[in-house]
């Protein structure tokens, strides 16, 4: 057999081996995508209280959504984590004064964009709302802050399908998270926390 001849049939071997692999299929209305990601949590700490200049830790955090696809367009994405204990600290007291959880479900409504021809690259972009609730609050003596947020969230990211089930994602989200900060019942501003959101992880659709 000649070497052009084995060269020929190594080509059509690999051919079929790649035609025989399995195809990302795309959405389509009623597919549920859950992802898991670990995500970066990067605090805009952008405050309007100059006495105390209060700021709250960055960390690292486990996230699920549950994508759920109204169209193979368009999707709804409920975000969640469990509660999360973040340090506070004010330069006018010389670090950490106390620390609260949060717990920031997150909903939006979400985009997909099915047809620019990039394959298993499945990119989106979403809007919507975060609720959260501050809890555990642990601070000096006299202080206090709202328990509950509601704002804006905005989002951007990417899938890669792998298959028909699996994938991994990429994902950006900018979100609105603030509270009033009181002393003694006296209102000294806005925290404005407003974090970075940026995650990796895998999900599988059903």
């Known amino acids: 057999m000649s070497k052009k001849t084995r060269l020929a049939l190594a080509a059509l071997a690999a051919l079929a081996t790649l035609s025989a692999a399995p ?39 486990p996230e699920v959504d549950f994508t759920y696809f109204l169209s193979p367009n ?13 340090n506070v600290s004010s330069t006018a007291h010389g670090g950490k004064i106390g620390t609260l959880k949060h717990l920031p479900p997150t909903l939006t409504l979400q985009y997909h ?21 501050f809890s555990s609050v642990d601070l000096p003596a006299g202080f ?10 905005l989002q951007a990211g990417v899938d890669y399908a792998i298959d ?17 900060l009181s002393s003694n019942g006296t209102n000294l501003g806005t925290i404005k926390v407003d974090p970075l959101l940026v995650g990796v992880g895998v999900g599988y659709k059903f």
């Not at 994938?167 to 509270?179: A, G, L, M, P």
């Open 164 to 180: 028909k089930t699996w994938s991994v994602n990429f994902d950006v989200k900018k979100v609105q998270i603030r509270t009033d």
């Open 144 to 153: 206090s802050i709202e328990k509950n947020s509601v704002g804006l969230a």
């Open 23 to 61: 195809v990302a299929s795309a959405q389509v209305a009623g597919d549920l995508l859950v992802r898991g990601r670990l995500v970066s949590l990067t605090p805009a700490n952008d405050d309007s209280i100059a006495i105390t200049d209060v700021s709250i830790n960055s960390k690292v955090i």
């Open 113 to 133: 964009f099915t047809d620019l021809g990039l394959g298993a690259f499945k990119p989106y972009v979403g809007a919507g709302l975060n609720y959260t609730r």
């Open 74 to 86: 368009l999707a709804a994405e409920l975000i969640l984590t469990y509660p999360q204990k973040q």
